[in-house]
Structure formats: structure tokens, C-alpha cells
């Protein structure tokens, strides 16, 4: 073992611009996420299982006829998707720090922000898994129909929304002792015009409100992924610096 | 087999490593304090000092990983943190931490970094990685599975799979067995071998003096004695060490 070790071979790879690697690096970040995941499901189970446990609680808790069922799924439904985001945000950023892998991201030679692109993209196909899950469960508890083409795209935008700012914060509080608890006291303050917004379109097609009444919240969470993303693009480089 | 297409060093450049009155601060607290640095292309510099002298403050500047309060980092050439993209191409980084994950197979973490260092053709170059580390057997179980030494041997693979101008050791001895370190010497031993530059950090006397061609001592935030190997041969580098330390 030792011999092997110093016969050192000659080199066959050849390295292209690190301008050139921007879709190759966000590509090979969200193959190493689903890999992981697909392989632990540690992330996904614990978010799959918070969501339901949220669903559940409501149900016995709110013992309501099916018109206030309705008026309240919206809310019941964002709380859900909020709570379960944010294990998800908080560990999929832990296991990067944990054994110093963050480090090994930050050392490649690529623009940082596809780093956090990235891991936008992973963790919004897991908070995407978790909740069509949940939408056919919550549907069969509550008699509520959820779907409905309007309220997917909202929850979509929604999700978008949540998690670019959460994914930023993330890799803010991941860097502090306290990361468990920083993460939803810096989010949730955050985030709240995402939710509002997502929580208007989303009751607003439940109760079958007009089209201009919905326009509103959903031209909101539009302009509001689009600000996340373009703020978390340019500040990613100096949140994950020291 | 074609060899690597390396990457060009700005040809204004002479020395590999410039560091210039290197200051670093957390908020009222200051770890360097005037840092002067250089190295030579092809030099093996082992980085010496007590614990909380600012060693690995110091390679993570030179690593790009944390910005410098004040003063000049230089790198092949390229200028931190400006040029930082330039330099990160051009450095491998060995940590006492694996910077591995877990949940992945040794060949799977080389390919995910072979992928961030835009590495055409990786498959090879992973196979040849894992060769060179004594792995190849092992390419398909998880890292997890992996004793520390066999995580750091990965690590180390890891860090030269881009074929870099400059390497950083920080503490690469830190948990291992005596077989594992052995191992570790004989890959620092081909690295140095093959005209890399190496920096590396260690508490490790006995193989810091085996392996490096030059000592510098890091004490209270600033090089307090460096001194060549030749320049050694009338002394031995722990009584140079505890001089340095005294003085």
C-alpha cells in the first residue's frame, strides 16, 4: 500500500477557465445533494415526518365544517411548509460544515454564488418532494381539494421565495454555535412578505376569489423571488467568507 | 494518456508565495501582526509554531478563505482576495478535517470535485487518484466507512486531483495511526517529489525535519526565525525551535 502511494501517474485531466465551470459546479452541487440524500434521508424524512405530525395536530385541533376548513387551509398549509423548510435549510447546510466540506466547496475555483444556486436548487426539490406528499394527505384529512393548477403555481412561487432567503440565511447561521435556533429567528422575520403573499393567492383560489384579487399576491411573490435571488446572488460570497 | 494542460503562472511572477506586513484582526483580538512571507517555486516550507500562534489563520488566508485585515497576499502571481478564482485553481488545501462527505463513495467525492475544478476527462484522473492513494479498492464504498486514515489519504487525493502549483497541509498528521502517517510521508514525500510548491503546518518535529526544506517559526502573530536546511546542519530544527520560541 505504502509503494502504491509513490508511484504518482502522470496527469490525464486538463482544467478549462474557471469562468466556463459556472452550470458545471451548480449541476455537480445539486448531483452530490441528491446523492447524499438519496442515500441517508435525513433530511428528507425528518421534514416528511414534521409536515405530517403539523397536518395532523391541526386536524384534531380544529374541529371545523368544511366552508371555515377551507378559509383556514391556507394558513395551515404555509405554517406546515414553513416549519418543515426550515429543518430542511438548517441541516442541509450542517452537513456541510460538519465536516468542513463547506470549506471544500469554497476552495474550488468557481464564482461562489453558484455554490449557493446550487444549493437553492437541492433544497427546493426536497421542499418540493415533502409537499406532494403532503398536499394528497392534507386533501384526504381536511376534504379540501388542493388541487388546483393556481394553488400549485403558488406554492411553487412560494417555495422559490422561501427558499432563496432561507438558503442565504443558512449558510449565515451556519457559521455560529447557535445555528438550530439563529436560523428561524433571522428567516421568519424575513420571509414574512413571501408568506403573506403566498398565503393571500393561496386562500384567494381556495375560496374561488376573483382573478384581479389574486393578481395582486401572486405579482408580489414574483417581484419578491426575483429581489431574494438577485440580493442573495450578490451578498453569498461575503456571507460564506470569514 | 495526454498530460495536464497546466495552467499558465503570470509570467511577471518570480516567487510562488509573497505575503506583505500580513495583519489579521477578530474584532479587538489580533493573530497576525505583520506577517513577511515568501516561497520559492519547488520549496517545502514547514510552518512551525505553538498552539494559537496564527498558523492556521495564515494558511487560511493563503487558501482564500478568510480576507486579510491588512496587507499583501500574492499567490503564482495572482493578487488575494481580487484574484482569488485564479489562485483557487492553482492551490490544494489538506486539512485535519476530510472535507469528504460521508454519504458518498471515495470515487464519488473525487468526481464531485473533479466536476468544481471543471476537470475534463475526470474518470481517468479519478482512477489515477485513487491509485496514487491506495484506494482504488475501496472506490465504491461510502467515506463514512473509511478509518481516519484512509479519509485522510482521500483527502489528499482530493486536494492534488487538479494537479495544483501550491499545496497546503494544515496538521495533516492530526489523528493519525503510526501506518497512516507512514503512508501520508511517502505522499508528501512524491508531492514534493513531483516540484510542487508545499506549505505545511505541523506540530510534528521529527517529520517537519524529515520532509521540508525550510522552517519557519510562527510566533506571537508574527515569523519569528526561518532558516533553510543547510542552514540547520549545524544544529537540530528542536533546539532551533525552542531558540526561536525563547528569542
Known amino acids: ?242 | 494518456m495526454s498530460r495536464v494542460k497546466r495552467k499558465a503562472l503570470r509570467p511577471t511572477h518570480k516567487t510562488m508565495i509573497t505575503v506583505k506586513k500580513l495583519v489579521k484582526r477578530f474584532g479587538l483580538k489580533t493573530i497576525l501582526r505583520g506577517v513577511d512571507f515568501e516561497v520559492q517555486p519547488g520549496e517545502f516550507v514547514a510552518l512551525l509554531g505553538p498552539n494559537g500562534a496564527g498558523k492556521t489563520t495564515f494558511l487560511r488566508i493563503l487558501a482564500s478563505l478568510s480576507r486579510p485585515s491588512v496587507g499583501e497576499v500574492n499567490i503564482a502571481g495572482y493578487k488575494l482576495p481580487h484574484e482569488a478564482a485564479q489562485v483557487r485553481a492553482r492551490l490544494g488545501v489538506v486539512s485535519h478535517l476530510p472535507l469528504l462527505y460521508g454519504d458518498l463513495t471515495a470515487e464519488e467525492n473525487l468526481r464531485f470535485y473533479a466536476r468544481m475544478y471543471n476537470i475534463s476527462k475526470y474518470e481517468l484522473r479519478v482512477t489515477e487518484i485513487l491509485e496514487m492513494v491506495g484506494l482504488e479498492a475501496r472506490r465504491r464504498d461510502l467515506v463514512r466507512t473509511f478509518s481516519r486514515g484512509m479519509q485522510q489519504r482521500l483527502a489528499i487525493g482530493r486536494a492534488v486531483l487538479h494537479d495544483p502549483d501550491v499545496i497546503l497541509f494544515d496538521e495533516p498528521y492530526t489523528g493519525l495511526d503510526q501506518d497512516a502517517s507512514s503512508m501520508l510521508d511517502d505522499v508528501l514525500k512524491t508531492v514534493a517529489a513531483k516540484g510542487r510548491t508545499v506549505v505545511m503546518t505541523s506540530h510534528d518535529l521529527v517529520r517537519a525535519e524529515d520532509l521540508a526544506t525550510r522552517f519557519d517559526i510562527l510566533s506571537r502573530g508574527v515569523i519569528s526565525a526561518s532558516a533553510s536546511r543547510k542552514e540547520l546542519r549545524k544544529t537540530n530544527l528542536l533546539t532551533f525551535y525552542r531558540q526561536a520560541l525563547a528569542g
Open chain 1, 1 to 242: 500500500m505504502v509503494n502504491k502511494a509513490t508511484e504518482m501517474k502522470p496527469i490525464t485531466a486538463s482544467r478549462n477557465q474557471p469562468s466556463g465551470n459556472f452550470i458545471k459546479a451548480v449541476s455537480a452541487v445539486v448531483w452530490k445533494d441528491l446523492r447524499s440524500e438519496f442515500r441517508s434521508r435525513e433530511l428528507f424524512s425528518a421534514m416528511l415526518v414534521f409536515s405530517l405530525l403539523i397536518i395532523l395536530i391541526f386536524n384534531f385541533a380544529l374541529e371545523l365544517d368544511i366552508k371555515t376548513r377551507q378559509s383556514v387551509t391556507a394558513g395551515v398549509l404555509w405554517s406546515t411548509f414553513a416549519f418543515a423548510g426550515t429543518l430542511g435549510l438548517n441541516r442541509s447546510m450542517a452537513i456541510e460544515k460538519d465536516r468542513g466540506c463547506l470549506d471544500g466547496l469554497l476552495l474550488a475555483p468557481v464564482d461562489r454564488s453558484a455554490i449557493y444556486f446550487g444549493k437553492v436548487i437541492s433544497n427546493l426539490a426536497f421542499m418540493l418532494i415533502v409537499e406532494i406528499i403532503v398536499l394528497p394527505v392534507y386533501s384526504v384529512l381536511y376534504n379540501v381539494n388542493l388541487f388546483q393548477p393556481g394553488l400549485l403555481l403558488v406554492i411553487l412561487l412560494g417555495s422559490i421565495g422561501y427558499v432563496a432567503v432561507g438558503t442565504l440565511l443558512a449558510a449565515m447561521s451556519v457559521q455560529t454555535r447557535t445555528r438550530d435556533i439563529l436560523l428561524p429567528i433571522l428567516l421568519f422575520p424575513v420571509v414574512i412578505p413571501v408568506l403573506l403573499a403566498a398565503v393571500k393567492a393561496s386562500s384567494g383560489i381556495l375560496t374561488g376569489a376573483d382573478f384581479a384579487e389574486i393578481l395582486l399576491p401572486i405579482n408580489l411573490l414574483i417581484a419578491y423571488d426575483i429581489i431574494f435571488i438577485a440580493v442573495a446572488f450578490m451578498v453569498f460570497d461575503n456571507v460564506v467568507e470569514e
